[in-house]
């Protein structure tokens, strides 16, 4: 896939000397969904506000799909659509007018079909003739999404899409991603809820900082940096790890009992097999045994506290 | 120039003015009348005529400027604070348009509003006085340049503005004195020299002596003088807005 999003050692200082991206150097494949993982205060919203125009950057260069943002800035926005962290949408205006109004500010003639296209895409359409005040928080989301879409953009960025939003809203939110992705669009999403990003990205960044801790794909980031439990839950509670277990560093739950055993899935030999031999020959009898994969937060809290260290 | 953006935003912002059209025109219609009622009844019969024009005409054009200049201002304030003031701003950062724009949108807008309701206090105070206008092209002439330059001050104030009480200072405590001592209700020779000399300093007196000259052909300063006042002001509020959008001062970060 060729590279739409090319970000290069992007840099913002605010007054004060206040860092909030230091380098960030990034490339972005068309049609993938990207989520960048953060802690509050990370850098992400400026990483996106930056690209997007809203804040100068201080140094660096973006291109998007060839256009830089500051020389080329009309192409550049043309082909990118935003939908802020903060519900921000004129109180009194219609529905269908505010996106008619977003599909005029970025150049494009009025298009009643495109604009009703995209209105029932996003069930906004028997909604159309409400003022926005008179909508649910959930459905004032919906708005944003449908102004961001308005002029048809190749690059949409979320900025927390789902933040402060119920379950039911937020699997939708999900469904509407993944609908635009069939359609081509690439998608840049922050978020803090790692369960988002497991659900619905291709490739996860984390950053922290104002520094961009990695980016990889998201199977092989859970791969690589993936950890797998073994639980073997005992018949009697053991008193002790038996000295004969030592070697495979085990901890009990808190109810003692049951082990666990941390093992890499991308080891050679895993131990198990051995493990199991070991617990027989010790004399311990087992009622159950269950695996489990760590999950993406796990992998983020280890990156953001190896950083902070 | 992206056309469609400025007819986007010049559309977007007519329409609020449409809303709440029947406010838009009761309030100015109401107090025009008020100024009808005291300046020309009440104090009109004490003087009667100013250099030959009958003191309740004499005050149109000053009336006619000082609610053209006010609702200029507020409206273009209003218009570009509103956005900053709900968030919606980071859609015109982020759009493909450049700042005069912007500005075209913004000013286009509430230059218009300003026009429709100076005519509208045009045609009220038709109901009360006898008006030959002796200059109609200069007239409009100066009802649009005025129109214009003080929406562009009123944008300069909506971005400097940080909350809405800065929004209504400008307004309060420098245009409305500026426009009452600039002559809107009686001609600068009615003052003792003094405050004459003092009185060229204010920019107003220009534009409404400019506009008052459309009207009836009295002059407190030369036409041309006011002509060249409203140019040197509008290219001032130019020079300003051109700065706010090349530094990016109280839009963007």
Partial sequence: ??????????????????????????????????????????????????ICGITSATSGEVKVAGHCIKDDFRAARRLIGLVPQEVALEPFEKVINTVRFSRGLFGKSRDEAAIEHILRRLSLWDKRNNPIKELSGGMKRRVL???????????????EPTAGVDVELRKDMWDIVADLKADGVTIILTTHYIEEAEAIADRVGVIAKGELLLVEEKAKLMARMGKKELEVQLTEPLAAIPAALSKYNLTQTADKTAVIYTYDTKGERTGITQLLNDIASAGLSLRDVSTRQSSLEDIFVTLVQEDAA | MNWTAIKAIYVFEMARFFRTFLQSLISPVISTSLYFVVFGAAIGSRIDQVDGVNYGAFIVPGLIMLTVMTQAISNASFGIYFPKFIGTIYELLSAPISFL?????????????????????????????????????????????????????????????????????????????LVFLGGSFYSISMLPPVWQTISMFNPVVYLISGFRWAFFGLEDVPVLTSLLAIGFFTALCLAAVYWIFKTGWRIRT
């Avoid at chain 1, 961001?148 to 953009?153: I, S, T, V």
């Avoid at chain 2, 300069?156 to 940080?162: E, S, Y």
Wanted: aromatic share 10%; proline share 4%; charged share 15%.
């Fill in chain 1, 1 to 50: 896939m060729p590279c739409i999003l090319d970000i290069k050692d992007l840099r913002k200082s605010y007054e004060g000397g206040f860092e909030a991206l230091k380098g960030v150097t990034l490339e972005i494949n068309e049609g993938e969904i990207i989520a960048l993982l953060g802690p509050n205060g990370a850098g992400k919203t400026t990483l996106i506000s930056t």
């Fill in chain 1, 145 to 159: 999404i449908a102004k961001a879409l308005a002029h048809e953009p190749r690059v949409l960025f979320l900025d």
């Fill in chain 2, 101 to 177: 724009e912007i500005v075209l949108g913004y000013v286009g807008a509430a230059a218009t509003k300003a026009m429709f309701i100076g005519v509208i206090i045009m045609i009220t105070s038709f109901f009360f006085v006898d008006i030959q206008i002796q200059h109609p092209f200069a007239m409009v002439l100066f009802l649009v340049l005025t129109c214009i330059s003080f929406a562009l001050f009123g944008f300069i104030i909506g971005i400097w503005a940080k909350n809405f009480e800065q929004l209504q200072l400008v307004p309060l405590l420098i245009v409305t004195p």
